[in-house]
Each structure stands twice: as structure tokens, then as C-alpha cells.
């Protein structure tokens, strides 16, 4: 039986959004999570962005020293040689790549504007894919930008020419959120059919039906024979209305009526991390989790009317459909009420080695705390806001990746 896998797009899709961004040891901490949750790739940046190269590096150093495995970094880039070239140019150690062009007649008539015909569309994403095998791919996802307006048969025809080329994967986009379960079911099973590829949900919620299209089309790419890998972003952050939240995806997958029957994960996922990877990402993008999101929202536990109360005191089951300890929640959280000292861009020796003692971090002598704090100052630079723990201990732990993800100067 073919399996679901999870791709997780926030630091691609995620931080292209509107008002909205990721300091590079934010995005490095959001994989470090989603590799604990049990995602199998993360979509972790653009590899021909020049100030993304370093950050990519470093995370691949990451990946080397074991920290960051067994996910996937996978970069974003359009489905043309140039850029094939500048990614391996720039990150020369990028191994996973998903390559993406528009197929829809509405995007090659209304972007293209007649420079590019059906044809040219396909060429382009076969010579993409043979540079980018030839230069050290090693899995490939061919993107089909604005999938669920294309023609079927068109991309039936480009996926086949994918694979031919030796692409693994096939991403159908509902770029615009226009699909329907119902719809989506019906074209991912016909492409899983009629390209035995692997298929790639990505759905937005523009309608509403995010996380509904994505267990449809997952559906649909397993009853068509082939594994199907869900895109998603942390707390559903990413353009307009946003994409399919990770947490509540799981949980879709995982307990929704008979579905885990039938339809199981590829790699063992961990929701007890969903707590700590959406109130973290909330906090680095400063968006605050809406109070009603499954799993992790404010009130997705509480109850306050006499019969649900009564209801959940005699047996949780009979008004929450699973528990909150399985998503990492419950545990007292500490809020400083009192006198705080911060770690941040002004900071002194002082103020450092209080904040760090409290987390029982000691440094073998003064040099060493100065250079941690130097670090500290640049991180705080660049996110404008104060660390939290994990930042703080990253960077203890891995001073000379931090120092790497910490180098912003423009490259020549
Ligand atoms: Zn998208």
C-alpha cells in the first residue's frame, strides 16, 4: 500500500507571504522541528536567492553532523536551466529540489503572454530536470504551477516527460485554492494512474478547503497506486489565505472517521512537538494563533457550558476527539511576572551569563561567553525581537553554524 509523507513548505511558501518573514535561526529552528514531528522534507528556502546561501549551507552542515536527519532539505526553484545552474552554484551541496513552471492555459496566456507555448513549457522542465540530475540531484519534484486549472491530459503529458527525465515526484499546486475535495480526488487519481509518479498535494485556502483537498487528493493519489506527499505550512501561514496547517493535517489524516485505516504515514510522526512548533512559529512571524485552530488553539480544549463540562469531567472522550497531551500541551509553562533580563543586540557580559546560567548553560572561561554573546547580539539584530530558549541554546551549542547563519553580506 502507498504511503502519505509530508512536505512542509513554511520556509518556502511560508515566508513569500505578504508582510510576513523568518529570521535565518528562526527558519533553521522550524526544521530542526518539523525533522522532530516527523516531516519528511522541509522546503527550507530558495537556493538562487543570494541571501538565503549561507542559511542553506549552514542547515546542510546541519544535516551532515546528523543534527538535521532523516528530513530532507528541499530548495524552491522555477523549472529553467539558469536556475538550476545558480543553485548549484550558490549551495553547492543542495541534493533536493523541486523545480516549478505554470502549466495552465490561464498562466501561459495571462503571465507568459505568447513567449511560451505548451511545448516550450515542457522543454523548459526536462532540460531543468537532466541539468539538475547531471549536477548532483538527488530526488527531484517537478512543480505544475496552477495545476487544478490545467488541462488533465496536458498534465498527464507533463509528468510522463518528468519522469522520462528522471523526476520522482510530481506537485500538483491548487496554486489558488480553486479545488473541491471532491474535484482534487478525482486529479490526483488520475494522475497517479497515468504517470505512475509519486504525487505532491500543495493546497491553498482560499475557500476554506485547505486541509479538506489535502486528505481528498491524498486519497486520490494512494487509490490511484501511487504515495502522496501533503504539503503543508506551520499554523497554515503562506500567501493569501494561507495553506494546509501541518497540525490540523495530521490530525486529518490521523483521526478523522476510518481514514487511518486505511491511509498511513510513511515515517512515524511525533504530534507531541505540534504544541512547541506552532507557538513558535506564531511568536517568529508575530501572528497569534487563533483561538479556535484544531489542536493548538486557545479553546481547543476548553469547555464551559454545563453539558460539555460535565460531559468531558466524566470521560474526556465524550466532547474531545483526542487528547491534549498528545499534542505536547499541558505542561506548565513558565511567564516571568517579575524582573526580567533580556539577551538582546545592546547586551552585556552581565546580562548574558544571567540569562544563559538560568538555563543552566556555563561557559569554561569570559572569552567564550563574549563570543557566544556576540552571536546573540546578531541574531537579535536580525529578528528584532527577543530569543527564546531554543534560539538561545542553538547557538550555544552551535556557535560556528550560528555564526554562518548570522552572515548577511551581500555575495558578489
Ligand atoms: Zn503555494
Same mark, same amino acid.
Given at each position: 500500500?502507498?504511503?502519505?509523507?509530508?512536505?512542509?513548505?513554511?520556509?518556502?511558501?511560508?515566508?513569500?507571504?505578504?508582510?510576513?518573514?523568518?529570521?535565518?535561526?528562526?527558519?533553521?529552528?522550524?526544521?530542526?522541528?518539523?525533522?522532530?514531528?516527523?516531516?519528511?522534507?522541509?522546503?527550507?528556502?530558495?537556493?538562487? !536567492?543570494?541571501?538565503?546561501? +549561507?542559511?542553506?549551507?549552514?542547515?546542510?552542515?546541519?544535516?551532515?553532523?546528523?543534527?538535521?536527519?532523516?528530513?530532507?532539505?528541499?530548495?524552491?526553484?522555477?523549472?529553467?536551466?539558469?536556475?538550476?545552474?545558480?543553485?548549484?552554484?550558490?549551495?553547492?551541496?543542495?541534493?533536493?529540489?523541486?523545480?516549478?513552471?505554470? !502549466?495552465?492555459?490561464?498562466? @501561459? *496566456?495571462?503571465?507568459?503572454?505568447?513567449?511560451?507555448?505548451?511545448?516550450?513549457? @515542457?522543454?523548459?522542465?526536462?532540460?531543468?530536470?537532466?541539468?539538475?540530475?547531471?549536477?548532483?540531484?538527488?530526488?527531484?519534484?517537478?512543480?505544475?504551477?496552477?495545476?487544478?486549472?490545467?488541462?488533465?491530459?496536458?498534465?498527464?503529458?507533463?509528468?510522463?516527460?518528468?519522469?522520462?527525465?528522471?523526476?520522482?515526484?510530481?506537485?500538483?499546486?491548487?496554486?489558488?485554492?480553486? *479545488?473541491?475535495?471532491?474535484?482534487?480526488?478525482?486529479?490526483?487519481?488520475?494522475?497517479?494512474?497515468?504517470?505512475?509518479?509519486?504525487?505532491?498535494?500543495?493546497?491553498?485556502?482560499?475557500?476554506?478547503?485547505?486541509?479538506?483537498? %489535502?486528505?481528498?487528493?491524498?486519497?486520490?493519489?494512494? *487509490?490511484?497506486?501511487?504515495?502522496?506527499?501533503?504539503?503543508? !505550512?506551520?499554523?497554515?501561514?503562506?500567501?493569501?489565505?494561507?495553506?494546509?496547517?501541518?497540525?490540523?493535517?495530521?490530525?486529518?489524516?490521523?483521526?478523522?472517521? $476510518?481514514?487511518? *485505516?486505511?491511509?498511513?504515514?510513511?515515517?512515524?510522526?511525533?504530534?507531541?512537538?505540534?504544541?512547541? =512548533?506552532?507557538?513558535?512559529?506564531?511568536?517568529?512571524?508575530?501572528?497569534?494563533?487563533?483561538?479556535?485552530?484544531?489542536?493548538?488553539?486557545?479553546?481547543?480544549?476548553?469547555?464551559?457550558?454545563?453539558?460539555?463540562?460535565?460531559?468531558?469531567?466524566?470521560?474526556?472522550?465524550?466532547?474531545?476527539?483526542?487528547?491534549?497531551?498528545?499534542?505536547?500541551?499541558?505542561?506548565?509553562?513558565?511567564?516571568?511576572?517579575?524582573?526580567? @533580563?533580556?539577551? $538582546?543586540?545592546?547586551?552585556?557580559?552581565?546580562?548574558?551569563?544571567?540569562?544563559?546560567?538560568?538555563?543552566?548553560? %556555563?561557559?569554561?572561561?569570559?572569552?567564550?561567553?563574549?563570543? +557566544?554573546?556576540?552571536?546573540?547580539?546578531?541574531?537579535?539584530?536580525?529578528?528584532?525581537?527577543?530569543?527564546?530558549?531554543?534560539?538561545?541554546?542553538? =547557538?550555544?551549542?552551535?556557535?560556528?553554524?550560528?555564526?554562518?547563519?548570522?552572515?548577511?553580506?551581500?555575495?558578489?
Amino acid at each position: 500500500m502507498p504511503k502519505i509523507y509530508f512536505i512542509d513548505v513554511t520556509n518556502r511558501d511560508g515566508v513569500q507571504t505578504a508582510k510576513l518573514g523568518l529570521s535565518k535561526l528562526e527558519k533553521t529552528l522550524i526544521n530542526i522541528y518539523l525533522n522532530e514531528i516527523g516531516v519528511f522534507q522541509s522546503e527550507f528556502g530558495f537556493p538562487t !536567492t543570494k541571501h538565503e546561501s +549561507l542559511y542553506l549551507q549552514a542547515n546542510l552542515e546541519l544535516a551532515e553532523m546528523g543534527v538535521l536527519q532523516p528530513i530532507h532539505l528541499g530548495g524552491w526553484i522555477r523549472a529553467i536551466v539558469g536556475d538550476v545552474e545558480t543553485a548549484f552554484k550558490l549551495v553547492p551541496d543542495i541534493r533536493h529540489l523541486n523545480l516549478s513552471i505554470s !502549466t495552465s492555459a490561464q498562466m @501561459i *496566456d495571462g503571465k507568459f503572454q505568447g513567449r511560451k507555448t505548451r511545448d516550450d513549457i @515542457i522543454r523548459d522542465m526536462v532540460e531543468a530536470v537532466d541539468t539538475a540530475r547531471s549536477l548532483g540531484a538527488e530526488t527531484i519534484g517537478v512543480n505544475a504551477e496552477d495545476a487544478s486549472r490545467t488541462d488533465l491530459d496536458f498534465l498527464i503529458k507533463f509528468g510522463l516527460a518528468a519522469k522520462e527525465h528522471g523526476a520522482d515526484r510530481l506537485r500538483y499546486c491548487d496554486t489558488l485554492g480553486y *479545488d473541491n475535495p471532491f474535484t482534487i480526488y478525482e486529479a490526483t487519481k488520475t494522475l497517479a494512474e497515468n504517470t505512475g509518479m509519486a504525487i505532491e498535494i500543495h493546497c491553498h485556502g482560499d475557500l476554506g478547503m485547505a486541509v479538506a483537498n %489535502s486528505i481528498a487528493g491524498t486519497k486520490g493519489a494512494i *487509490d490511484g497506486g501511487q504515495d502522496a506527499y501533503i504539503n503543508t !505550512t506551520v499554523n497554515g501561514i503562506g500567501e493569501r489565505a494561507g495553506n494546509a496547517d501541518l497540525v490540523a493535517t495530521i490530525l486529518a489524516v490521523t483521526k478523522s472517521k $476510518g481514514f487511518a *485505516d486505511k491511509y498511513k504515514s510513511g515515517r512515524p510522526i511525533d504530534l507531541s512537538k505540534a504544541w512547541k =512548533i506552532a507557538k513558535f512559529a506564531s511568536y517568529a512571524f508575530g501572528v497569534p494563533i487563533p483561538m479556535n485552530q484544531p489542536g493548538v488553539g486557545a479553546n481547543a480544549f476548553a469547555h464551559s457550558s454545563g453539558i460539555h463540562a460535565d460531559g468531558v469531567l466524566k470521560d474526556p472522550e465524550n466532547y474531545e476527539l483526542y487528547g491534549f497531551e498528545e499534542l505536547g500541551r499541558g505542561e506548565p509553562e513558565f511567564v516571568e511576572t517579575g524582573r526580567e @533580563i533580556i539577551a $538582546g543586540q545592546y547586551s552585556g557580559i552581565s546580562g548574558f551569563c544571567h540569562v544563559m546560567g538560568k538555563m543552566e548553560v %556555563s561557559f569554561a572561561n569570559r572569552e567564550e561567553a563574549n563570543e +557566544l554573546l556576540e552571536l546573540v547580539r546578531y541574531a537579535n539584530v536580525e529578528s528584532q525581537k527577543p530569543l527564546v530558549e531554543d534560539e538561545l541554546l542553538f =547557538i550555544a551549542k552551535y556557535p560556528q553554524i550560528a555564526r554562518k547563519l548570522l552572515t548577511l553580506k551581500p555575495l558578489e
